[in-house]
């Protein structure tokens, strides 16, 4: 009779940790949702020359910070080494999933070539930072949180040394392009590249994890560093709400996109949890990181050869602004289910799966109007 009263007890007590940490999940959700609706408010009040000087801001220094401090706070261990082979299936298994949606959303014409590469591009990339990490370390634990954290260093690896290469392959090679490369010597364009801030921040972040230091152990700089990181979360919500886009085919292709992603990811997530027969918090974890929104790093390095490679830089934005907000809720379900969502990975896989196929069709007319996408092109395309 006292198991029976004390395993109720903890039953009882569980249940309120789950409904505490789920109402902090939700009240998380609503404030940076709350940011980006301050956005909305405000954005008659930024031109279009005042929200590129914002999102310049972030790209040049809260972002730099936040992959300094994520790179830095990696430790490798030995025990540990099968996660990043996992997350190196995980970036194959997106790339591939990427170019069938871009495919199934815009199918093989020449004249979609510009938002079918700046999809299939984007929707593979992850940012686990803000819509993942968070949700790990507050619902799982901090050691899982650095489970996936290692597991992440394959994704990381692409976005900052892969990625550039895999945009420079898929995008156009136009007349810029050439001759922006015939140019630049193979010595000026080295040193460009290390002079960007992007590019500083993940030597310097990786010099960090091999020394074995973290952010704090450089004192004031550090402090900065650390300020700047924190920076980016309210700014990136509230230019958000300036720069989203609801009008055109932009919602219809974010959302058809979005769909087909997180049905991709989830089974994914399924797989590894059944094959792997991971224990119930990391079988959560990497629900919870499957889940994770498009990576605004991703979204930074696009920017960067978007007008020379021809890419869709506002689509990539939104397709970043559309995911952060799903992601989270679906996180915060997760999170609230727990065991009850993992084991339901497979059926939620299939339903976002329906859903962007059928929003596809539905919208074709929509997504497919090559006249929307004529300013975006570029002479000289490159088909994929």
């Known amino acids: ?94 790339a591939i999933a990427g170019e069938l949606i871009g495919t199934v959303l815009f199918g093989p014409s020449k004249a979609l070539v510009v938002p079918r590469r700046t999809v299939a591009l984007m929707v593979p990339s992850i940012a686990p930072g803000l819509s993942a990490f968070a949700f790990i370390n507050e619902f799982v634990g901090t050691e899982a949180a650095g489970l996936a954290a290692m597991a992440d260093l394959a994704s990381k690896v692409y976005l900052v040394a892969l990625m550039p290469i895999h945009l420079s392959l898929s995008g ?8 922006s490369a015939a140019a630049a010597s193979p010595a000026s364009r080295i040193v460009q590249e290390l002079k960007d801030p992007l590019n500083l921040s993940i030597l310097g972040g990786l010099a960090m994890s091999i020394c074995g230091r973290d952010v704090a152990s450089l004192g004031v700089v550090g402090d900065a560093i650390l300020t700047l990181a924190s920076a980016q979360t309210p700014v990136l919500f509230v230019l958000i709400g300036i720069k989203v886009s609801f009008e055109g085919s932009t919602p219809a292709i974010c959302a058809a996109s979005l769909c087909l992603r997180f049905g991709c990811t989830l089974l994914f997530a399924h797989l590894a949890v059944w094959l ?46 559309f995911s952060f907000p799903l992601s989270v809720a679906l996180n915060t379900t997760a999170c609230i289910a727990r065991g009850a969502y993992v084991a339901r990975l497979l059926p939620i896989s299939a339903g976002f799966l329906a859903a962007g196929a059928a929003l596809a069709v539905a919208l074709r007319d929509t997504i497919r109007d090559a006249g929307s996408w004529a300013t975006v092109a570029m002479d000289g395309k490159k088909e994929r």
Do not use: W
Not at 172 to 179: K, V
Not at 295 to 319: H, I, N
């Open 1 to 94: 009779m006292h198991h029976v009263h004390l395993d109720s007890a903890l039953s009882t007590q569980r249940r309120l940790l789950f409904l505490t940490m789920g109402a902090t999940g939700l009240q998380k959700a609503m404030s940076l949702l709350l940011l980006a609706f301050v956005g909305r408010y405000v954005r008659n009040r930024f031109s279009k020359e005042a929200a590129k000087g914002v999102n310049t801001l972030i790209m040049s220094t809260m972002l730099p910070a936040v992959l300094f401090k994520s790179l830095a706070s990696v430790t490798a261990e030995r025990s540990m080494m099968f996660l990043p082979v996992l997350g190196v299936a995980f970036v194959i298994y997106q």
């Open 172 to 179: 156009a090679s136009g007349s810029e392009a050439r001759h």
């Open 276 to 321: 792997l027969r991971l224990p119930d918090d990391h079988a959560l974890a990497a629900t919870i990181m499957c889940q994770a929104a498009v990576s605004v790093m991703a979204y930074g390095q696009l920017e960067k050869v978007a007008v020379s490679r021809g890419y869709d830089k506002d689509l990539a934005f939104d397709l970043v602004s």
